[in-house]
């Protein structure tokens, strides 16, 4: 096992690719704390992971909330006493054409989005040099990379993940390694709306056809590029913006 005695926090790890990156993760040996505002979805996460012989604990937390996000690192210390992996999966994917979105839209993003990466490894950080060093993976978007229309404040908050994780890793390593996954359509929950529009309207076939690998993408296909950055495996790897979009960025 890959991750064999490591300990791993993921935020948003009740469902779609935090869920899938948690169980992944537990797969390969990591103990795994999740956070999430939902305790159901955390609560199931667990299940999955201590029915295949893992270790896991649920935290409900509100990552837009620095005190929340300190007494999460609290509980983790106290549970395992270390900490070498971080995945800030933890988003939303708000979409609204740029004269439509208010400053509140803006703002409600940057705390859910930006934020709370910031937030969220600056409070587990101190931890992680304590056991000298680690992995933090930080989720953005291929959005974070590329444009796209009534998506203006999505972008741009992606796009700060982008340079957050460049500038992260120039400044931590080399005893923290810090790496930023941009994945295009991956069907989870939040874009569930979306999927079923598009199939009602009989487009979910277009939408397939616009990849080169022919397909959206699940949160299966996340799992081996987030291990890969979490294990020695990419030992000499930081600060990278890897996408994770069938080849839909080929084509722009």
């Keep these: 096992m890959k991750l064999n005695g490591k300990v791993a926090l993921v935020t948003g790890g009740g469902t779609g690719i935090g869920q899938g990156a948690a169980i992944a993760l537990a797969a390969e040996g990591a103990r795994v704390m999740v956070l999430g505002r939902r305790p159901d979805p955390l609560n199931e996460t667990v299940a999955i992971i201590e029915e295949a012989g893992g270790e896991a604990l649920a935290c409900p937390t509100d990552v837009t909330d620095v005190d929340q996000i300190q007494q ?4 983790l210390q106290k549970r395992w006493g270390r900490a070498d992996i ?3 999966n933890a988003g939303s994917a708000m979409r609204k054409p740029f004269m439509k979105t208010t400053l509140e839209d803006l703002d409600e993003l940057y705390q859910v989005d930006l934020r709370s990466v910031f937030a969220m490894s600056q409070a587990l950080v101190p931890l992680l040099k304590e056991d000298g060093g680690g992995s933090i993976i930080n989720i ?5 990379v590329l444009g796209s229309a009534n998506s203006t404040a999505y972008c741009a908050m ?8 460049r500038a992260m890793a120039a400044e931590l390593g080399p ?10 359509h991956i069907i989870t929950p939040m874009m569930q709306a979306e999927v079923d529009r598009l199939e009602a309207a009989g487009k979910m076939d277009r939408l397939n056809r616009l990849f080169p690998m022919k397909r959206v993408g699940y949160p299966d296909d996340m799992n081996g590029t987030i291990v890969f950055f979490a ?3 990419s030992a000499w790897l ?3 913006v890897f996408m994770v979009d ?3 960025s080929c084509y722009v």
Excluded: F, H
């Excluded at 999460?72 to 509980?75: R, W």
């Excluded at 953005?140 to 974070?144: D, K, P, V």
């Excluded at 005893?175 to 295009?184: G, L, T």
């Design 175 to 184: 005893e923290i390694r810090v790496n930023c996954i941009c994945p295009s």
């Design 238 to 240: 930081t600060g990278n």
């Design 246 to 248: 069938g080849g839909l």
């Design 86 to 88: 971080l995945v800030n």
């Design 72 to 75: 999460a690192v609290e509980l």
């Design 231 to 233: 294990s020695d495996d």
């Design 158 to 165: 992606k796009g700060g993940v982008v340079q957050l994780s």
């Design 140 to 144: 953005s978007s291929i959005l974070g």
